[in-house]
C-alpha cells in the first residue's frame, strides 16, 4: 500500500501510463542502441488530492545495473 505524501491518503496502485495520442505506455530503457527494457513504468494516484507518482514495480534489472558499476 502506498500512502500519498501530501494528505497520506492511500493510494490506488498499479495503474498505466499511456501517451494521449493513443501511444503503447511508457517504459525505462538503458542508455544505448537496442538495450532491452528495465520495466514498464506504473502509477499510483491519490483519490483525494490527485497527487500522482510513478515507479517500475520489479527493480531487480536496475539492482543488476548497479552491480555492473
Do not use: H
Not at 497520506?8 to 501517451?19: D, G, H, K, Y
Not at 495520442?21 to 517504459?27: H, S, T, V
Not at 520495466?39 to 517500475?56: R, S, W
Amino acid at each position: 500500500m502506498r500512502k500519498c505524501l501530501r494528505c497520506e491518503a492511500e493510494m490506488v496502485e498499479n495503474l498505466t501510463m499511456m501517451a494521449s495520442n493513443g501511444g503503447f505506455g511508457i517504459e525505462v530503457r538503458e542508455k544505448g542502441l537496442l538495450k532491452g527494457s528495465l520495466g514498464k513504468v506504473l502509477c499510483a494516484v491519490c483519490p483525494e488530492c490527485g497527487y500522482t507518482e510513478t515507479y517500475i514495480e520489479n527493480t531487480e534489472k536496475i539492482k543488476a545495473l548497479q552491480k555492473d558499476k
